[in-house]
Structures are given as C-alpha cells and as structure tokens.
T-cell receptor
Framework: GESVGLHLPTLSVQEGDNSIINCAYS??????FIWYKQESGKGPQFIID?????DKRQGQRVTVLLNKTVKHLSLQIAATQPGDSAVYFC?????????????FGTGTRLTIIP | EAGVAQSPRYKIIEKRQSVAFWCNPI?????LYWYQQILGQGPKLLIQ????????DSQLPKDRFSAERLKGVDSTLKIQPAKLEDSAVYLC???????????????FGPGTRLTVL
C-alpha cells in the first residue's frame, strides 16, 4: 500500500548551520510532493513543493530534492534560525479518477540550538 | 487575507458524548478538507468537499463521524458518540482550485484539540 515515511523522528541543529530532513515514499504513482511545517498549536504551513518530473526546486533558504530512483525526498534548510524549530512533514499527492489525495508522513521534529 | 478559521480550539468531553467542530474556509475556496491528526502522527484525511458535495469520505468512520457543508462555505464535523481513540487534533483545510486540478495548495486552520476522557 501507499505510505510516506521519515527516516528520523528528531533532528537537532546548531543555529546558523544547514539542516537536511529526509523522507521516503513508496508509491511510484505519486506525481506531486509537498513539505509542510507545523509549529506547536498551529496547523501545517506550506513550505515548498515539487512535481515528479523535477529533481530539484529552490525557495527562500529551502531546497527540495527528489530522487525517484530510490523514492526519496529531502528538505534542506540553509542557515537555520530559531524560528525554524517545528515538525516537518512530507506529503505526497496521488491523483485517482480526477480526485487528488494528500498523504502525510509521520513528521520530523527539528530543534534549532541557539 | 484571512486564514482558515476553526472553533472551538480545545474541547474536553467524556466518552460516549457528542461533539461538533466548525470550520470557515478562506473566502472563495471551493474545496474543503477535514483531517484527523493523532499525537505524533501526520494528518490523515477524513473527508473532502467540493463546494457542498462530498468528493472523498473513504476514511471517515461513518458509524460515528459525520460532516456537512450545506451552503458550500462553512463546514461542521460531528462525532457521536465519541471514543477514547478519537482524541486528536482535527484540522480543517481549504484550497482554491477545483478537485482534479493538477496542483492545489491546501491552507490549514489551527485545528481543534479534542480530548476524550
């Protein structure tokens, strides 16, 4: 069955360093991937997305890499700041008979150490 | 632009009681979603509306959960009767495009944290 999983449940990074959050997916039919950030007491917030026909996409301080060969997705955050502390979820979108369904992974808690 | 609004933010009930959650999506968003997020897990889709019609409710426990979006704007999610395992955060999200569009960003509300004792 389809599943989206994360390699590490927690990650601690020194402020100013770069961080990498990894995600594995199993459904090769997924055509769209999204990273969300969820702070305590808030709903998930869109960070960046990538289509399956791409292997890299950059945003402001964030880069998403997609390796379809090994079904692996990563989120790189450059020059981390205290405000980056949150739980990060990868999600995959699968289209089924015109309906799109978003499946979330478990999440990785990122802690930025001052 | 105002975000997705949800109420209440917190609710504590005893098992077998009923509870209802309310969601007001971003103005003009056609698609509305309800998710259940159990502590330590990612959100799980319960139901998806396109305007006032149900697009996907395959993961909604229909023996106790119900949801409606009568006028294609606000939505309510009800649990009757609640069980201990229903303790979770219930998230509402909305998106602007029609279901079936290639890409569609979902915007989430703050959620309602439900505790069933």
């Amino acid at each position: 069955g389809e599943s989206v999983g994360l390699h590490l449940p927690t990650l601690s990074v020194q402020e100013g360093d770069n961080s990498i959050i990894n995600c594995a997916y199993s459904n090769s039919a997924s055509d769209y991937f999204i990273w969300y950030k969820q702070e305590s007491g808030k709903g998930p917030q869109f960070i960046i997305d990538i289509r399956s026909n791409m292997d890299k996409r950059q945003g402001q301080r964030v880069t998403v890499l997609l390796n379809k060969t090994v079904k692996h997705l990563s989120l790189q955050i450059a020059a981390t700041q205290p405000g980056d502390s949150a739980v990060y979820f990868c999600a995959e979108k699968i289209s089924n008979f015109g309906n799109e369904k978003l499946t979330f992974g478990t999440g990785t808690r990122l802690t930025i150490i001052p | 632009e105002a975000g997705v609004a949800q109420s209440p933010r917190y609710k504590i009930i005893e098992k077998r009681q009923s509870v209802a959650f309310w969601c007001n999506p971003i103005s003009g968003h056609a698609t509305l979603y309800w998710y259940q997020q159990i502590l330590g897990q990612g959100p799980k889709l319960l139901i998806q509306f396109q305007n006032n019609g149900v697009v996907d409710d395959s993961q909604l426990p229909k023996d106790r959960f119900s949801a409606e979006r009568l006028k294609g704007v606000d939505s309510t999610l009800k649990i009757q009767p609640a069980k201990l395992e229903d303790s979770a955060v219930y998230l509402c999200a909305s998106s602007p495009r029609l279901a079936g569009a290639r890409t569609d960003t979902q915007y989430f509300g703050p959620g309602t944290r439900l505790t069933v004792l």
